[in-house]
């Protein structure tokens, strides 16, 4: 099966409430479980094309639209700062999504059907998978924004953040 996506938007990302946050500057370390009420992941152009079961064409091309409610992120990183810049070397992820709706526009019979009524357990048969994708795309992601910024800056964010919108959360210093 062969699935692409041309000019992916997600909106939601910047509307989480964060519950526990551990930081520790000393040791260059944090942790943070986010919950996002709304994720949503939209596409002028999808192109799907293969076979299910054997017996199923899987087709389609069109918008593709994808929600996401209550999202559950946990997250744990390590700075190696023993260089002139410093790099994640260790970074902890996991996931729980309470529902998911699926809208492929132009889908070939069941495919809305099936990725509404079994999309959560699709995703958590390839779980691991996710997971270390995602994860080796973030490290990606953070290391690059850590050329520019050395971690005491982001902990004194971190913190900041911590300070003035994090109203009811649980805040651990890492010992």
């Known amino acids: 099966m062969t699935f692409s ?5 997600i909106t939601g990302l910047n509307n ?5 946050m551990n930081i520790s500057e000393e040791n260059l370390e944090g942790s943070a479980v986010l919950n996002y009420p709304f994720v949503n992941m939209e596409a002028d152009n999808y192109k799907l094309n293969g076979r299910a079961y054997v017996v199923y064409k899987l087709r389609g091309s069109g918008r593709m639209n994808v929600r996401v409610r209550n999202t559950k992120l946990v997250f744990g990183f390590r700075v190696n700062n023993n260089g002139s810049k410093p790099v994640v070397d260790d970074l902890q992820l996991d996931y729980e999504i309470e529902s ?11 495919i809305n059907k099936i990725l509404n009524t079994e999309g959560l357990k699709i995703m958590n048969k390839h779980h691991d998978n996710i997971i270390t994708q ?11 924004f850590l050329l520019e910024m050395p971690p005491e800056r982001f902990f004194a964010i971190m913190e900041t953040v911590n300070c003035s919108c994090l109203e009811g959360t649980t805040i651990t210093p890492l010992e």
Do not use: K, Y
Request: overall charge negative; proline content about 3%.
């Open 5 to 9: 996506t041309t000019g992916m938007l």
């Open 16 to 20: 989480f409430t964060i519950t526990e």
């Open 100 to 110: 998911l709706e699926v809208d492929l526009e132009n889908s070939s019979w069941p």
């Open 134 to 144: 995602t994860r080796t795309n973030m490290i990606e992601f953070i290391n690059e």
